[in-house]
């Protein structure tokens, strides 16, 4: 029996495998696939070991919780590797788990293909040493990351087209985002307030009275995406605001529909980008959360992941507790009254294609040579 390991232990994570493992599996029918993944992973043939409803956390007081459950899975995921004679590992993002999976696993002779590297770049980068050690291939979708870990001995980094990019392709060709005066036309506002609770318990409440304040000096119609994941209790108190309401899946239709933006921090705020959507950027966490991060983490660096690919701030973003009324305003008066600086943010987000587009390597088809290496045929 030949197999190959899957570890995809995210909803952001599945997304990422589904941009490659269809063709993967059509690639090499003889082999079996199984791990960590959700519903969309299973229908396509992927033999779950966990499912991520039940394995995925937010933040670092809900993975402490946790820590017993994981390790419980590690032992689990390691014997289903021995069982199953697997000779390859494909592991998604999900940095804390895989890193610690891949270390054995390498013990065990298993190749590892690394897919989404972790940001070793923003903290822990002692992280470097432990992939050169045990990692085949460390795929990067963030420009940067390539020479970045290529300068600290990770040999086998290879830059490729971010799996957002890949996801939006087809529509991407079929749009051409047009500017406006927002100061003097009809703007159409879009909240993309989270898809947890609490983003959005934290976040819209705030972005709701920034839009009331903008709607008072400006022609606006406002639309907000709704996640099925949050509580309704959660957009209630707000839904006399909204002109249009979006669900998970109308994402693209709202973002080709939207001229300017408020949103959470994470990312869709590169389909922001992709879009081309001016969007003023929050980030809100738990109270634990927020403490560790000032006390623990040095990373200084730009938070949205808009701001990542283009190394500079073409989002304004803010953290908790600069995330006000007052800061949020400030933010979105700037791309109504100043034109030129609304110019010069639009002359960035064109160029997002291009920034995240890679190398030219077709995915699934460099996965499948691993795996047909890893068996000698």
Avoid at 141 to 151: C, D, G, T
Wanted: net charge neutral; with cysteine.
């Amino acid at each position: 029996m030949k197999s190959c390991l899957l570890i995809a232990g995210e909803k952001s994570g599945e997304e990422h495998a589904l941009s490659f493992y269809k063709e993967l599996r059509d690639e090499l029918p003889d082999v079996e696939f199984f791990g960590v993944g959700g519903d969309d992973l299973k229908k396509e043939g992927l033999d779950l070991v966990y499912n991520l409803r039940d394995f995925s956390t937010w933040g670092i007081s809900q993975a402490i919780k946790k820590v017993p459950y994981y390790l419980k899975a590690l032992k689990t995921i390691e014997s289903e590797v021995e069982r199953r004679n697997c000779k390859t590992a494909i592991l998604i993002d999900y940095q804390t788990f895989n890193l610690k999976l891949a270390v054995k696993l390498q013990k065990k002779g298993v190749k590892i293909l690394y897919y989404v590297a972790p940001q070793a770049w923003a903290w822990k980068a002692w992280r470097a040493k432990v992939l050169e050690k045990c990692v085949d291939t460390l795929f990067c979708i963030v420009p940067f990351e390539k020479k970045w870990f290529m300068q600290r001995g990770v040999s086998k980094a290879v830059s490729i087209k971010h799996p957002l990019l890949t996801h939006y392709e087809k529509g991407l060709k079929e749009f051409k985002r047009e500017r406006k005066n927002l100061g003097k036309e009809k703007v159409n506002l879009l909240l993309l307030p989270g898809s947890r609770n609490f983003e959005v318990f934290g976040l819209l409440p705030i972005y709701a009275k920034v839009a009331k304040q903008l709607k008072k000096k400006f022609s606006i119609n406002i639309s907000i995406v709704k996640s099925s994941s949050v509580s309704e209790n959660g957009y209630l108190p707000y839904e006399d605001l909204f002109d249009k309401v979006y669900t998970n899946e109308d994402l693209e239709e709202a973002l080709k529909e939207s001229d300017i933006c408020m949103a959470a921090s994470g990312t869709v705020n590169l389909a922001c980008a992709l879009y081309e959507v001016p969007t003023v950027v929050g980030y809100t966490g738990s109270l634990l959360n927020e403490y560790i991060y000032y006390q623990f983490v040095n990373y200084k660096g730009y938070i949205s992941l808009a701001n990542i690919v283009h190394d500079k701030e073409v989002f304004p973003e803010m953290i908790v507790p600069y995330v006000t009324e007052y800061n949020v305003l400030k933010r979105m008066l700037r791309f109504f009254e100043n034109t030129e600086y609304y110019n010069g943010v639009m002359d960035d987000l064109a160029k997002t294609q291009e920034t995240i587009s890679g190398e030219d390597i077709n995915i699934p088809s460099y996965m499948a040579n691993k795996i047909r290496e890893s068996y000698e045929y």
